[in-house]
Every structure is written in C-alpha cells, then in structure tokens.
C-alpha cells in the first residue's frame, strides 16, 4: 500500500519498475520513452529494452542518479517509463481528417521544441484555427506529457499529433503531395503578404535555435514577423499563434468568396 500510495503522488506520466514498465508495455499503453540506467541489459531489463525496440520506443541510458531524481525515493529497479497522455496519431491520419473536412491540409510541424507549455498551446490554437494535426519528431523534442495535456485545455482530445523519426524526410514527403511548407524564422517574407491559401504547413522551431538548419533548407519559403522592439524574437507558441490565425484569416476568406 505504501508504494502505491508514494508512485501515486508521482507524476501521473512516469511508471516506475520493471515489473510495471513490463505490463504497461504488454498492455499496449503509449509510452514515449523508456529511461533506463548505464550498462543495466540483463534479466527482465533485456526483454524491456527488446519489446521497445519491437515498438520503436525511445531508450534513453541514463546515470542512476537521475532515475533516483525522477522518481524520489523508490525503487526503481533501474528502469522508468514516460508515457504519453495521449495516443498518437499517423501523418496519413491528419491528411485524412483534411480530406474529410474537404480542406487542403493545414498542418503545424515542431522542429524540436523543449516546453511542454509550447507544445500545449500551439495545439490548443490549432485547434481553434482548424488546423488538421501537428507534427513532432521522435527525438529532441517534448512529447504528449501531461503538461502539454493540461496546456491544451482539452484540445489534445481533437487535434492529431504524429511524431515522426525524421522531420526532413516527412516534409519532403509532403512536398511531394503538394503542400507548401513555410518555416517560420527571421530574414523571410512578410507574413501578411504570403499566400497560405494552399496546402500548407507551418514550421516552428526551437525556443532556443529557431528552425534547424537542414529542416530550414527542406522548407519551400521563409516567413518572418516584424520585430519592432531591442528583443529580436517572440516565444515560438506565440509565432506559432500569429501566423496560424492568418492563416486561418486566408481561409475564411477564400470560402466567402
């Protein structure tokens, strides 16, 4: 009762233990990523780390101190999962939705970023701008935690999010299906007079880099916001905010037409 009661205080995103991380995986549970200590691959540790490379599940060799540090004082066997708080969903998946809606896809891909509360709100604002999913990568990046969950003020529960392997390989696909992809960055066009009628897809990049640089060489067109203050940039679910409610504005204005 005592360990339930202490893993229950927990983040409710971290499942703590061999015999635990064991079941969530054979229960089908969505797990982002698997945290387990340096040089530890045997017993039950060796089928774990086989089931998430079965799964293609993120593992993530870690010194034991920071195991210590995730889950406060209990055991952790040398192992701890981070679920997702939702399921993901596929690339075809969001092309789908917009085939469905009768839409040219209107699509948000995330090009690294680091805070939850970033994620949470692109989301809940492509939500409201109809935008048809996001896509993040599978690594270096924040995932579905339950932070982004509560950030999106339930817009999680509407808003397909895919994570990918490689974002320049996906946005070359797409590329190929027709959609243009815009990277939002300094030095580009001016958004209000960029056409973002078509199929679209806006890329936002890191809080700290911006867009990457290969990621930035797959983009079809760059778009930047002025800046008229000494501070030459804005948080990036802010940019984010700004140009997805143009492009939303486009839109709205082509079908009134």
Not at 167 to 172: G, K, P, Q, V
Not at 206 to 230: A, F, I
Request: charged residues 30%; aromatic residues 4%.
């Amino acid at each position: 009762m005592k360990d339930f009661k202490e893993q229950s205080s927990l983040q409710p995103d971290i499942i703590i233990g061999r015999n635990a991380v064991l079941q969530a995986l054979d229960s089908g549970r969505t797990i982002d990523s698997l945290f387990v200590a340096k040089g530890e691959k045997n017993g039950s540790i060796f089928v774990i780390l086989k089931k998430c490379k079965e799964k293609g599940i993120v593992v993530k060799e870690v010194d034991r101190k920071k195991l210590d540090l995730m889950c406060g004082e209990m055991n952790h066997q040398n192992v701890i999962a981070k679920c997702a708080a939702h399921e993901y969903s596929t690339v075809e998946d969001i092309l789908n939705l917009a085939k469905e809606r009768g839409e040219e896809p209107f699509i948000i891909i995330c090009d690294e970023l680091e805070d939850p509360h970033n994620l949470g709100a692109i989301i809940r604002t492509a939500e409201i701008t109809g935008a048809h999913g996001v896509i993040i990568p599978k690594r270096r990046s924040v995932t579905l935690s339950y932070t982004v969950a509560k950030t999106s003020a339930g817009a999680i529960e509407y808003v397909p999010v895919a994570k990918v392997g490689n974002l320049a390989n996906e946005i070359e696909k797409l590329k190929k299906l027709g959609l243009w992809i815009y990277a939002a960055d300094m030095n580009g066009e001016d958004w209000c007079k960029t056409d973002f009628t078509g199929a679209t897809a806006l890329v936002i990049g890191s809080e700290g880099k911006g867009v990457s640089r290969l990621v930035k060489e797959k983009c079809d067109v760059t778009v930047s916001l002025p800046m008229k203050g000494k501070i030459n940039s804005l948080n990036a679910s802010v940019a984010a905010g700004i140009l997805m409610m143009e492009v939303s504005r486009q839109r709205s204005d082509i079908k009134r037409i």
